[in-house]
């Protein structure tokens, strides 16, 4: 579905899993920061997060194949253009792989945690992979996805500021929530 000329931003299912996902996103990788063998309490949370950025992902995915997102911003240089479609398309494999990646460490755990202590989460068929090689890959390749994961939300966040306070357009706007709106327009001052 083409995004409507009149629109001047993405619909609220857009925001609301937009930033949904910024906020797992930001508590995935806190956790993972801090977590251990030692606080089992927090592995089960971030296990369970992983889960639910996979579903927000999957429900992106879905939302995104029947409602287009707008065009990119006028005036953007070729080589600006294909970053921002790049950083997006690495986003995507990004936030599918990961949850996937974990989802199996989690598959080949001896330990069983529930997902946010509700109910048992379900393991991957993983068979003839049970080996300790094979948790040492997977857990180098989590490692590897989440410090991708986090140089791109730094690029992208980089990139929606620069537009805002430095080129003073609107694209920060477009995904902001309306009620934040305003207080970005003010903090950024009048316009070009």
Request: net charge positive.
């Amino acid at each position: 579905m083409p995004f409507p000329e009149n629109a001047t931003g993405y619909d609220p299912v857009w925001k609301t899993i937009h930033w949904l996902t910024v906020a797992v996103i930001l508590a995935l990788f806190v956790l993972g920061g801090t977590m251990s063998r030692n606080t089992p309490h927090l592995v089960m949370w971030h296990e369970s997060l992983g889960l639910c950025l996979l579903l927000l992902t999957l429900a992106r995915l879905v939302w995104r194949f029947g409602h287009a997102a707008p065009p990119l911003p006028g005036g953007l240089r070729p080589w600006e253009a294909f970053a921002a479609v790049a950083v997006h398309r690495l986003f995507y494999v990004c936030l599918l792989l990961q949850p996937l990646i974990g989802w199996s460490l989690y598959s080949l755990s001896p330990v069983p945690r529930p997902f946010f202590g509700l109910f048992p989460i379900p393991r991957l068929p993983l068979g003839g992979l049970a080996g300790a090689g094979t948790r040492e890959m997977l857990a180098g390749a989590h490692g590897t996805v989440a410090a991708l994961l986090a140089l791109l939300f730094f690029l992208h966040a980089g990139a929606a500021v620069k537009h805002h306070f430095v080129l003073r357009d609107d694209v920060l706007l477009r995904m902001a929530p309306a009620g934040l709106a305003p207080l970005l327009t003010r903090l950024r001052g009048r316009g070009r």
